[in-house]
């Protein structure tokens, strides 16, 4: 018996202005996430910042889970998720099987995980990453094309991971 293989849907898919861009960070990624807010703003992107709004601590988990809900019904959408070392919320969105986050520390790596994994989620650790480097980071996230072809079978093989469970 042959299983279909889901859609991993996002195919090629690059950000044009009218895509928004959902943030979520906890208390440890507030100041990376304010900053990343601002630079896109100025650039005129469409932005929908899920909190939280301080530094009172909170836990990852609950803002990874909004960013990953929030994306749930929006599959034109990217989200940029940021705590102190990007790794604890990578770990919360990424138990999503529409979410496909990637911890970057470099815009090769940014860029990567777009070209080759449809990335829609990038992760960011502000105790890790210089604020120049992140912004750099979101920059070629956000404008890199997946390039589908052999990359697309193997996207398709992470929907089926939870297809099969």
Partial sequence: MTMAVPSA???GRLLMQKSVIYLASDHAGCVLKGLVCSHLR???????DLGPDGEVP??????GVKLAMALYDDDQAFGIAVCG??????IA???F???????VSSPEAASLSRKHND???LALGERLIAPDLAIACVDKFLTTEFEGGRHQRRVDK???IDAKR
């Fill in 58 to 63: 909170v836990d990852y988990p609950d803002f």
């Fill in 9 to 11: 849907g996002k195919k």
């Fill in 85 to 90: 070392s990007g790794v604890g919320i990578s």
């Fill in 97 to 103: 099987s529409w979410i496909r986050a990637a911890l």
């Fill in 119 to 121: 990335a829609n989620v």
């Fill in 158 to 160: 992470l929907a089926l």
């Fill in 93 to 95: 969105v990424n138990r």
């Fill in 42 to 48: 100025a650039s005129r992107h469409n932005l929908i």
